[in-house]
C-alpha cells in the first residue's frame, strides 16, 4: 500500500485533540482529529467537535467540520503541524 503524506504541512495523527482557530466558525472551537477528508498537498482533516455549533444565521447544527492540516493547533494553542 502507497504512503501518502502532506508535502505544506505536517501530518496530523488521528485521535489527536486539536483547537480550530476562529476563520472557520467565527470562533474558535475544540474537537478530536477523526478522519482525512482530502488528500493532495494538504490534506483537509475531518475534526469532531467537542460541542456542537449552532450557526447563528440558519440555526444549522454542525458537530464535524473540514479543517486545513495547517490550520489546526495543539491544546496548548500552537501550530504544532505547519512546515
Known amino acids: 500500500m502507497m504512503n501518502i503524506t502532506p508535502s505544506l504541512h505536517l501530518p496530523v495523527p488521528m485521535q489527536t485533540r486539536c483547537r480550530v482557530d476562529a476563520q472557520y ?8 482529529v477523526g478522519g482525512i477528508a482530502t488528500c493532495h498537498v494538504m490534506f483537509h482533516y475531518i475534526v469532531i467537535l467537542d460541542e456542537p455549533y449552532v450557526e447563528p444565521v440558519t440555526g444549522e447544527t454542525f458537530t464535524a467540520i473540514s479543517v486545513l492540516g495547517p490550520h489546526l493547533m495543539d491544546e496548548g494553542g500552537r501550530y504544532a503541524w505547519r512546515v
Open 25 to 32: 466558525l467565527g470562533k474558535e472551537v475544540t474537537g478530536i
